[in-house]
């Protein structure tokens, strides 16, 4: 009995230890003096483009710190966390960021993918992920791709905030690289935020799309919603919608018009 406790308590321990290694990053590093920097994905080009396979754009990505780009004394995790935080940037994962912008209707959705949640001067920050149902610890340095002369190539955010940043970096970790993490569907990028499970409906019938909706709201699901890709990238349909692109869906109603009762659907724009 004493033997087996001792087992399950070392491996314990052991999970616990691996999940929060950014203390023993944090205090090793502030004793040194010097800022953290993650080997395990480095900032190199390399982590931009892990196949090779990259938009001609890309080539003038360079890393920089946080505080690079933003004031160094007003860098923060997050403030007040809001949808309208997050911008998309040259890299092509509208679906994972609209998954985000769901989230952060529900703050505490996003505080609890975070175990780091201040800034810290070391720049070392450890993000929870859920890969094929197991939640992990990842941790990574505060570099981020940009442009030569310019901020955040990719997500953005609208003030000193990077927890948008930073989720974005550990997706691409996990993956292997910020291109693998070009494309994709948002049931997945919701799945790898929340470890819950996800339904998807495709369908010709208004009214089935409908009732799913209505049913879906009530009960407070996260909703997404993306269309199919065209020959003409980012093409337009009548009403505005973007082929090829993924949106938060936030509400549907029923409202009266002059020519009727009309089904309306508000949704978000990862793009800002």
Not at 166 to 173: C, D, G, H, N, T
Request: proline share 5%; hydrophobic share 35%; glycine share 8%.
């Amino acid at each position: 009995m004493n033997l087996i406790a001792q087992k399950v308590g070392n491996k314990a321990y052991e999970k616990y230890k691996s999940a929060f290694r950014h203390k023993d990053i944090i205090s090793k590093f502030q004793a040194k003096g010097e800022k953290f920097v993650d080997e395990e994905f480095p900032p190199k080009f390399s982590s931009v483009s892990k196949t090779g396979q990259h938009p001609p754009e890309w080539k003038g990505i360079v890393f920089k710190r946080a505080t690079e780009f933003m004031d160094p004394s007003q860098v923060r995790v997050f403030r007040d966390i809001d949808p309208n935080d997050i911008r998309q940037g040259k890299l092509g994962d509208c679906y994972l960021l609209c998954s985000l912008s769901v989230l952060a209707e529900r703050e505490k959705l996003i505080k609890r993918l975070f175990i780091t949640e201040e800034a810290n001067e070391v720049g070392c920050y450890a993000v929870w992920l859920n890969d094929n149902g197991a939640w992990k610890s990842i941790v990574v340095d505060d570099y981020f791709p940009c442009t030569v002369n310019g901020g955040p190539a990719f997500t953005k955010t609208n003030g000193d905030e990077i927890w948008v940043l930073l989720v974005e970096k550990a997706y691409a970790k996990i993956y292997g690289g910020y291109d693998i993490i070009e494309g994709g569907v948002p049931p997945h990028a919701l799945r790898d935020l929340t470890g819950a499970p996800y339904d998807f409906l495709e369908s010709e019938d208004p009214e089935e799309v409908w009732r799913t909706l209505k049913e879906s709201l009530s009960r407070k699901y996260l909703l997404t919603c993306y269309t199919k890709a065209t020959e003409i990238r980012e093409e337009k349909n009548p009403l505005g919608i973007q082929s090829g692109h993924a949106y938060s869906i936030l509400d549907g109603k029923e409202v009266q018009t002059v020519e009727g009762m009309e089904r309306i659907i508000k949704i978000r724009n990862p793009w800002g």
